[in-house]
């Protein structure tokens, strides 16, 4: 069965510090990867997404992610924090060989302290 | 322009109930997608629409709950007899034309609580 998961359920951080949310995924087929962003009391909003070439993706918000196939992961990194990052945050995949609904990890809580 | 909406932003509602929960997607997409975000979980997938035709609904967990798109625009979630294992944020979501690459935007979901 595909899965996607996401290492830690909670990563606290102080403001001005990296951060990384790490996510391995298993598919016997390849995959779309993707990272959503959900702030309280709002919809997911898409971070970045990886479809072929490059393997490092930058997205919004200063946020990038490297894709690793012989890892499966796709980790999420930021190397400088501010309060407002603090939320949570969903790796998923979409199976290339398969239909279009994401499949999500459990999510990863961040919280940024000052 | 206008995202996803969905309404009502919260339901409250008594075990053996019926509810439905109403999904806009933006003007002009095709694709429009059903998740549920049970409690310390990422979303799971329910159903899939292309136009006014469930594309995929190998997601719905048993015959309580139905999906329709009449007009291939708004869409409705049905839940029959409802169960308290049915307490979860129902999020809706649509692509412009459902190819895989393309981004799904969610709309803020509907907080559906089952007493």
């Known amino acids: 069965a595909q899965s996607v998961t996401q290492l830690d359920s909670q990563v606290p951080v102080f403001e001005e510090a990296p951060v990384e949310l790490r996510c391995n995924y298993s598919s016997s087929v390849s995959v779309y990867l993707f990272w959503y962003v959900q702030y309280p009391n709002q919809g997911l909003q898409l971070l970045l997404k990886y479809l072929s070439g490059s393997t490092l993706v930058k997205g919004i918000n200063g946020f990038e992610a490297e894709f690793n196939k012989s890892q499966t992961s796709f980790h999420l990194r930021k190397p400088s924090v501010h309060i407002s990052d603090t939320a949570e945050y969903f790796c998923a995949v979409i199976l290339n060989q398969a239909g279009t609904a994401l499949i999500f990890g459990k999510g990863t809580t961040l919280s940024v302290s000052s | 322009g206008a995202g996803v909406s969905q309404t009502p932003s919260n339901k409250v509602t008594e075990k053996g109930k019926y509810v439905e929960l109403r999904c806009d997607p933006i003007?002009?997409?095709?694709?429009l997608y059903w998740y549920r975000q049970s409690l310390g979980q990422g979303p799971e997938f329910l159903i899939y629409f292309q136009g006014t035709g469930a594309a995929d609904d190998s997601g719905l967990p048993n015959d309580r709950f139905f999906a329709v798109r009449p007009e291939g625009s708004v869409s409705t979630l049905k839940i029959q007899r409802t169960e308290r294992g049915d307490s979860a944020v129902y999020l809706c979501?649509?692509?412009?034309?459902?190819?895989?690459?393309?981004?799904?935007?969610f709309g803020p979901g509907t907080r559906l609580l089952v007493l």
């Open positions: 003007s002009g997409h095709t694709a």
């Open positions: 979501a649509s692509s412009l034309t459902g190819t895989r690459s393309e981004t799904q935007y």
